[in-house]
């Protein structure tokens, strides 16, 4: 299964989309999750609580989730502010995740 | 360009070198100041995110002077590197220079680090799945 | 040559905070802030006018342009009439994460910019003002 926001996740959107996701993984029974954020130019604190929600109740239903897409300054601020995307992988694509998911679902 | 104290270290932008199929290399030298490391940071971060690529060697045996404060610059945009699906390691860092680095706070853990470039390529080479031969 | 000028907002609901951090992005970068620079100080915004919608029910967002030392800068100033942080040090140090991010917004915001200042005062509200310099 796989998810791609293509715009800019809003917050009230962002949660409305994650309740959204989390009911598509119950009704397909996907086994993983790729979340495509190369659109979003912006994460903060609250989105990466999202994603770590998202993450979280993916895995108690036992699907992976592989963030993909994160763009330079993405990645770097949340370095510097010290966020952990804990229980998320991440991966430079779609291609990519799919590989880190495959592994995943290995073990 | 910005303007600056140093003048060897503003003059020239560090190159991104292509080395192999999803290999690219950093030559750090000289004085690696905060604005040096910036624009380390901005190309090793933009590069990766235009070209596939899964490693990046830092070689920082070049490297004349350094504060810890860039230091960690350096080891923050490691970490956003693996963010972004690549992995960067360093070399020409002598196990006592690391051990330096690590006793004045420069967080180094899980993160590679060689001595030589010989053995970062190794490394590198060895996960990629690429084997060197001698032709006889 | 269009003057960049000191821009407020209100903010009253999740919108708004959106909007703070693009029009904070937007003034960074017609001073000439680097793309890395603009998301650094967006996303401090953000974190800043959430905490106030979050725990203030709402606050004030001021951007403009500064003048230091020669140097040319942008400073935000995020204010709120909540009821104050009554432990800042723990709220700087990351703490609060329970509550569910004011600490994590501080203290985040803190190592995004250059300049971080705080004064808060229990039952009067809180006042942020962060600058980063080109």
Do not use: C
């Amino acid at each position: 299964m796989i998810t791609s926001p293509q715009v800019a996740l809003h917050d009230k959107m962002a949660v409305q989309f994650k309740d959204d996701i989390l009911r598509r993984i119950v009704e397909t029974k996907a086994k993983g999750l790729v979340f495509d954020i190369s659109a979003i130019d912006i994460v903060d604190s609250f989105l990466v609580r999202q994603i770590g929600e998202i993450a979280t109740a993916a895995n108690i239903m036992g699907a992976q989730v592989v963030v993909v897409g994160l763009r330079p300054e993405v990645a770097m601020t949340l370095v510097e502010m010290g966020f952990s995307l804990k229980g998320v992988h991440t991966a430079r694509d779609l291609e990519k995740g799919l590989e880190v998911l495959r592994k995943a679902g290995k073990r | 360009m910005e303007k600056g104290k140093g003048g060897q270290s503003e003059m020239v932008p560090t190159p991104i070198v292509e080395a192999w199929e999803g290999i690219i290399m950093v030559p750090v030298v000289g004085i690696l100041d905060s604005a040096r490391a910036k624009q380390i940071t901005e190309s090793i971060l933009e590069h990766i995110a235009r070209v596939k690529t899964d490693i990046v060697i830092i070689s920082i045996g070049g490297i004349s002077a350094v504060d810890t404060k860039t230091a960690n610059h350096l080891i923050r945009t490691i970490h956003a590197a693996k963010l972004m699906g690549t992995e960067a390691i360093i070399t020409g860092i002598r196990p006592d220079v690391a051990m330096t680095l690590v006793s004045l706070g420069v967080e180094l853990s899980g993160i590679m680090t060689f001595s030589t470039m010989h053995e970062g390529l190794e490394y590198a080479f060895k996960k990629l799945g690429w084997k060197v031969e001698k032709s006889k | 040559m269009a003057q960049e000028s000191i821009e407020v907002i209100e903010v009253r609901n999740e919108a708004d905070i959106v909007n703070a951090r693009v029009r904070a992005k937007a003034m960074a970068e017609a001073l000439g802030f680097s793309y890395m620079d603009q998301t650094r100080i967006a996303t401090a915004v953000s974190e800043l006018s959430r905490n106030a919608f979050q725990f203030a029910g709402g606050g004030k967002v001021t951007i403009m342009p500064v003048d230091g030392e020669g140097r040319k800068g942008i400073e935000i100033v995020v204010e709120d009439q909540g009821s104050g942080i009554k432990n800042l040090d723990l709220a700087l140090k990351g703490g609060y994460s329970t509550a569910g991010g004011l600490g994590l917004g501080l203290s985040g915001s803190k190592k995004l910019m250059d300049e971080f200042n705080i004064h808060t005062e229990v039952g009067k509200g809180t006042v942020v003002t962060i600058r980063k310099w080109l």
